[in-house]
């Protein structure tokens, strides 16, 4: 067999299930990449190798005496620092909070554990999940930007460090490192995955999300979190969207595509409008170019408000205790949160339903939007996470969303597309890329 780390983790769990593969000969296959290159990519806030081979030995003697076994039984999986885990630190990414030690489980991380997942460790992240960089270096080149927030869950990934990740998204975090890092990068429609025990930046906008290498995988980490947890206040009771079933099917007829630039298309980077355009002229039949009304022009603004205004009072105790300790650039953010009108936070709001319902006109039409994912592939330089413009419009109106690395920029590097679907079509979304990935 091929060195297990290379495996995908649709691939392992079925090979752990049935006997071919042990979960601690893929876990020191994993931690053995950790080994080789964390000392560079600094994916990791924190990883303690006995620990994850105790969780692979512990899988390992339930699937040999046969107990039931999880969709996950014996996978590796990376969760982002946000995450609260009762058996590892949670700190962040800030000093602030260095040391802290939560006393239980997030949903999803209970969740994964209920699934046989071993938890490999905590994935780096930026400053409180927001701009600021954490350590974590591109692997395709460690001198541009992983992304971020999720930049460790993505640097993971992509360096076959773990076949999964979770991470979050408020305005860009999930898609946007996904693209850099050249990996698969899914947000489902919002209210599907808990957010119970997860860092809150914002009511609104939080949504928790999924790192792979395929599709498959994004499918099969993701239905295994969509659990309806009353602790969540936005999460409704519902069946669960069936991503591993119709997820991974080839669609009955080829999907169409609306090719939509945004209002962050001024923000693309030299050769992104030539490489999305041989892409549309490509799929041929199957792309159209659809143009927004102006009313999309507010998309960004309005989430800035929002953003903004609820990081003011999701960090407020913070700030007041330590903003000498936070970076300037999340200081004046909290700072001008702090300073919009309530009547201009009811206003950027109130206006999200009616945009929504603008959008819901081209849905009718295609089988999903493509965008780019960024606005090209990493820029050099670790000062920056990145611009996250070609996800705020799809995460303020709660869509779900997938990026796949199907493109390359000047210098080589990965670009991803991003894939967008209308809300609770999560499952036809997952189709739609797959066929493009594979396409």
């Keep these: 067999m091929k060195n297990p780390a290379s495996l995908t983790a649709t691939a392992a769990a079925r090979a752990i299930a049935g006997g071919q593969l042990g979960s601690e000969e893929l876990v020191r296959a994993c931690l053995d ?161 808990s957010r119970n025990g997860v860092l809150r930046q914002s009511r609104s906008l939080d949504q928790v999300g999924v790192m792979a290498r395929t599709v498959e995988d994004a499918a099969l980490l993701a239905e295994t979190l969509m659990v309806y947890d009353p602790h969540d206040p936005d999460m409704v009771p519902r069946w669960r969207p069936d991503l591993v079933r119709v997820g991974t099917r080839e669609p009955p007829l080829a999907p169409r595509f609306a090719f939509i630039r945004t209002p962050a298309w001024e923000w693309a980077a030299e050769g992104t409008a030539d490489i999305f355009a041989q892409l549309v002229a490509d799929l041929g039949a199957q792309a159209q170019e659809v143009a927004l009304p102006p009313a999309f022009d507010s998309a960004i603004p309005r989430h800035r408000v929002l953003m903004e205004t609820d990081l003011a009072r999701s960090y407020a105790r913070d700030y007041e205790r330590g903003a000498d300790r936070m970076s300037r650039e999340l200081a004046a953010m909290i700072e001008r949160g702090r300073a919009h009108r309530a009547v201009d936070y009811v206003d950027a709001a109130e206006g999200v339903p009616a945009l929504y319902a603008q959008l819901e006109e081209v849905l009718e039409w295609y089988d999903a939007i493509i965008t780019p994912a960024a606005p090209g592939e990493a820029p050099l330089g670790l000062e920056s996470t990145g611009n996250p413009a070609f996800s705020t419009l799809w995460t303020l109106l709660g869509l779900p969303s997938i990026t796949v690395p199907i493109l390359k920029g000047p210098a080589g590097m990965p670009v991803g597309v991003q894939v967008v679907a209308g809300r609770g079509d999560d499952a036809r979304l997952l189709r739609a890329a797959r066929w493009l990935m594979r396409r």
């Design 33 to 193: 990449r950790v080994a080789a290159l964390d000392g560079d990519l600094r994916a990791w806030a924190w990883i303690e190798p006995e620990q994850a081979i105790a969780q692979a030995r512990d899988a390992d003697l339930a699937r040999r005496s046969g107990q039931p076994l999880g969709p996950l039984h014996g996978v590796p999986v990376g969760v982002k620092d946000v995450f609260d885990t009762a058996d590892m630190p949670t700190e962040w990414g800030t000093a602030l909070h260095e040391g802290r030690r939560p006393q239980r489980d997030a949903t999803a991380v209970a969740l994964l554990r209920r699934a046989g997942a071993v938890i490999l460790g905590k994935t780096a992240c930026t400053e409180f999940s927001v701009y600021t960089p954490g350590p974590t270096r591109n692997p395709h080149d460690s001198r541009r930007t992983p992304g971020g927030s999720s930049s460790g869950s993505a640097a993971a990934v992509a360096a076959f460090m773990a076949p999964l990740a979770l991470a979050t998204q408020t305005n860009g975090s999930v898609i946007r490192p996904a693209s850099y890092c050249g990996v698969v990068g899914y947000k489902p429609s919002f209210g599907l995955i």
